[in-house]
């Protein structure tokens, strides 16, 4: 099965999930179905080729709920909430009393390189970058 994406002035406005066939097509105001590429959806652009493009955020749009930033680190959330390393539990502290984390911060890469040499094995490069879902998303 494929997804599709239906495409209105080069935007996407509606996805399809494992549809067997492609949806019918779309006439009204040029809007047509391609065939969705990786992690497209709503909002994203779409150029000839099946090139998708994901939106520029909108400032306060990478802020996530500090558990969601924990389930970031996948095997090792538990191992760094339990560390008695002064630096981790620091670093743990420093999350937990704020309402979210803002994966723009400046400071997060250097927090994240401590956990590294501290011995965790985390993904920077995934917790930092990896889309954020609307379960993940802080809201106010």
């Known amino acids: 099965m494929t997804k599709y994406a239906l495409i209105n002035s080069s935007n996407i406005v509606e996805t399809v999930v494992d549809n067997p066939t492609k949806p019918d097509t779309f006439t009204?105001?040029?809007a047509h179905w391609e065939i969705l590429a990786g992690n497209a959806g709503p909002g994203?652009?779409?150029a000839t080729g099946n090139v998708y493009t994901a939106p520029t955020p909108a400032?306060?749009?990478l802020r996530i709920t500090v558990g969601s930033f924990f389930d970031r680190f996948k095997e090792a959330k538990y191992p760094i909430l339990a560390s008695t390393d002064p630096m981790v539990k620091a670093l743990v502290?420093?999350?937990i009393v704020r309402r979210y984390i803002d994966l723009a911060d400046s400071q997060l890469p250097g927090g994240?390189?401590?956990l590294s040499a501290?011995?965790?094995g985390i993904d920077t490069d995934e917790i930092l970058h990896a889309p954020i879902s609307d379960d993940e998303r802080?809201?106010?």
Do not use: I, Q, R, Y
């Open 28 to 30: 009204e105001n040029g």
């Open 44 to 46: 994203w652009s779409w």
């Open 59 to 61: 400032p306060g749009s």
């Open 93 to 95: 502290t420093d999350c």
């Open 112 to 114: 994240l390189a401590m």
């Open 118 to 120: 501290a011995g965790f």
């Open 138 to 140: 802080f809201t106010a």
